[in-house]
């Protein structure tokens, strides 16, 4: 069977990677994963966090739940956090990024506010989930994306379907 690569999309809430993992999904055929929803579907917690009112991932089991797909190849994954996913797992990450100003928006449309929101806008600020990403991945396949306006969302896209087709070129 044809060999195809694992696609990490990562970066704080509301950078883009839903957005951006559906129409790469529908573009290249490959399967897209969202680790939040999967959780929700399998209750893969492991308790509640009540500073931030929301349950704690149960991280081990969703890595279990993931290894058999993952290793067959295909898949792109979306989460706001890296450093748990084995290593070996992917073939590419992205780190989409997002001007504060615009994620502030977008955060409050999505109805965070509080210190929900300010904490995650320190989180883009601060780069912590590229910080994660650059530790946990060999550095040569970590990628930022802007990720500000529909036409960035347009160039990610042909950046990541021509880096696709070269990755099944050289591996099949
Ligand atoms: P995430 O999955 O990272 O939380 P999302 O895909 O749900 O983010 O996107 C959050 C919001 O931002 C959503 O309303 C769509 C919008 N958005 C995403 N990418 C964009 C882009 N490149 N330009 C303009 N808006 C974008």
Redesign the pocket.
């Given at each position: 069977m044809e060999k195809r690569p694992n696609v990490l999309?990562t970066?704080?809430?509301?950078?883009?990677?839903?957005?951006?993992?559906?129409e790469l999904a529908g573009r290249t055929g490959l399967t897209y994963i969202?680790v939040g929803e999967l959780a929700k579907e399998g209750n893969l917690y492991e308790g509640y966090d009540e500073e931030y009112s929301c349950p704690i991932l149960d991280e081990d089991r969703v890595v279990d739940e993931l290894d058999d797909k993952m290793n067959e190849g295909g898949i792109i994954v979306?989460y706001?956090g890296c450093d748990f996913f084995p290593e070996r797992w992917f073939h590419i990450v992205f780190v989409?990024r997002?001007d504060n100003s615009?994620l502030y928006d977008?955060l409050e449309?999505?109805s965070y506010s509080g210190k929900k929101l300010q904490d995650n806008i320190q989180c883009e600020i601060f780069q912590t989930i590229y910080e994660e990403a650059m530790e946990s991945y060999h550095k040569e396949i970590v990628h930022q994306l802007?990720?500000?306006?529909?036409?960035?969302?347009?160039m990610?896209l042909e950046q990541i379907m021509q880096w696709v087709e070269q990755w099944m070129k050289d591996n099949n």
């Amino acid at each position: 069977m044809e060999k195809r690569p694992n696609v990490l999309l990562t970066g704080t809430p509301g950078v883009g990677k839903t957005t951006l993992g559906k129409e790469l999904a529908g573009r290249t055929g490959l399967t897209y994963i969202n680790v939040g929803e999967l959780a929700k579907e399998g209750n893969l917690y492991e308790g509640y966090d009540e500073e931030y009112s929301c349950p704690i991932l149960d991280e081990d089991r969703v890595v279990d739940e993931l290894d058999d797909k993952m290793n067959e190849g295909g898949i792109i994954v979306d989460y706001h956090g890296c450093d748990f996913f084995p290593e070996r797992w992917f073939h590419i990450v992205f780190v989409l990024r997002t001007d504060n100003s615009i994620l502030y928006d977008r955060l409050e449309k999505r109805s965070y506010s509080g210190k929900k929101l300010q904490d995650n806008i320190q989180c883009e600020i601060f780069q912590t989930i590229y910080e994660e990403a650059m530790e946990s991945y060999h550095k040569e396949i970590v990628h930022q994306l802007p990720s500000n306006m529909p036409e960035d969302l347009e160039m990610n896209l042909e950046q990541i379907m021509q880096w696709v087709e070269q990755w099944m070129k050289d591996n099949n």
